[in-house]
């Protein structure tokens, strides 16, 4: 939550100077040019950063398929239609996402230059008061780190044979049999977009699988959302060959590809900054360094890597830079990943209290997930609240509608709202918000 602006200080132009044009240095540079102040801001390859050129948008553009496929199968095995089988052209799909990519691209460019900031493509150094890209010395009164992160390669032997997150629009086919190293929400992810597109898919993981999700959405994510991919859990992994992983107990054959979590791309700051043993940069609530005049944000302060994360982050720092004093406030922060439903939560920031209760109801059956309620595999909506004060603890949903729905409790959670009041007074619009909205009525009848 970005907290109320005060100004310090004259009005005058300063130079800033922002790297890295992902969500979090892009939105400095638009929240800077909107309040007038001088902005350039330098990008070694393309605008847009992670998010949008090999993470979130590339996971929607390919989800949009899987979602498409699952569909074709789902309402076949009903004898609601009947056709032929779907050839997928994935050398044309990663063509149809980069000409998207461009288009995007060319907005957030034309947004950023439309408040007069100076866009610079070129590889940057640091240096104390200056940052010198395309053997240009530049000068700064501001500058802002917002590099972000790549892709976390764990120590293992051979593991320059697994794929990356960037490799996705680097494959002309697609693997008959792919293996994916790790547990987490972008492992889950590209095993069920793999899965999706017929690939045969295991999962292996050295811990557990989506140890931070709640148990009764993850039993859901297990029995009905990825039931054709193989989870295997605590894993030794010894060796990562070109097409086979070898563990303790057994070997997988199959495309290795690497989804184990990322690493902040704080290298161009070492000599500069504080950096923590993870190698993120150190920064305090408003996104400052160790250094006065130097901020931080996004993915490189080994925070919460998630897309509104980095551009709450980028906005609370380019209000600093621009003399408004703001801090960031990271509490019950929605998060979530896709799968062929989305799963999505929000959690107090408190310790799990034993005497909470919870209510765990269907996910509203509508657009998305009728046809669902025959294969009883329509959703899950919780909440885990206190009994005494009606407080809520944790709200989970796995549904079509969870991305905004859980958006909007995280909400009423963060502003302290009186949730009886609401129940009262709120009128969803059916059935995209009413499972949430029938949890919190049921909270005040226990």
């Known amino acids: ?59 929607c553009a390919l989800s949009d398929i899987a979602i498409f496929l699952n569909n074709k199968r789902r309402y076949e095995n009903l004898g609601l239609i009947k056709g032929e089988d779907i050839e997928i052209f994935y050398d044309n799909i990663v063509n149809e996402i980069r000409k998207t990519q461009e288009i995007i691209r060319k907005i957030h460019t034309n947004e950023n230059q439309s408040h007069g900031n100076l866009i610079v493509n070129g590889e940057a150094e640091i240096f104390e008061d200056t940052v010198v890209v395309n053997g240009e010395t530049l000068e700064y009164d501001n500058l802002l780190i917002a590099t972000g992160s790549k892709p976390f390669v764990p120590n293992i032997k051979g593991n320059e044979y697994g794929l990356l997150s960037p490799d996705i629009l680097k494959l002309d086919r697609l693997p008959e049999k ?59 992994i010894l060796e990562i060959k070109k097409n086979k992983i070898i563990c303790d107990d057994d070997e997988f054959v199959g495309t290795p590809f690497l989804a184990t979590g990322r690493s902040p791309n704080s290298e161009i700051a070492k000599n500069l900054v504080e950096i923590d ?108 609240f206190d009994p005494k004060t009606g407080e809520i603890h944790w709200a989970g949903a796995i549904s079509p509608s969870s991305v905004s729905d859980v958006a909007y409790i995280s909400y009423l959670m963060r502003t302290k709202h009186d949730m009886e009041k609401f129940h009262e007074e709120f009128i969803e619009i059916h059935p995209s918000t009413d499972a949430f909205h029938k949890l919190i009525g049921e909270i005040y009848k226990h």
């Open 1 to 59: 939550m970005v907290n109320g602006l005060s100004k310090q200080g004259s009005g005058k132009s300063t130079r800033n100077i922002i790297i890295g044009s992902g969500p979090a240095g892009r939105l400095a540079a638009l929240e800077l040019g909107i309040l007038g102040k001088e902005v350039t801001l330098i990008e070694k390859d393309h605008i847009g950063g992670n998010c949008l050129n090999e993470g979130c948008m590339v996971l």
């Open 178 to 236: 792919l293996n994916v190293v790790g547990g987490g929400a972008i492992a889950t992810e590209m095993s069920s977009l793999f899965s999706s597109f017929g690939c045969d898919v295991n999962m292996i993981i050295r811990g557990e699988f989506l140890k931070q999700i709640d148990d009764d959405l993850k039993d859901f994510i297990l029995k009905k959302l990825l039931s054709d991919v193989e989870i295997n859990q605590n894993q030794n």
């Open 277 to 384: 043993d993870r190698g993120a940069i150190v920064v305090d609530s408003m996104m400052k360094t160790n250094v006065d005049n130097v901020y931080a944000a996004g993915d490189v302060t080994g925070g919460i890597n998630l897309t509104p994360v980095a551009r709450m982050e980028g906005i609370v720092a380019g209000r600093n830079m621009a003399g408004y004093s703001n801090i960031v406030d990271y509490k019950k922060m929605p998060q979530g990943f896709g799968l062929d439903l989305g799963v999505d939560f929000v959690q107090n920031n408190k310790n799990r209290d034993p005497n909470e209760k919870k209510i765990v109801i269907p996910a509203p059956v509508g657009q998305g997930n009728f046809w669902r309620v025959l294969t009883k595999d329509t959703g899950i909506s919780k909440i885990r």
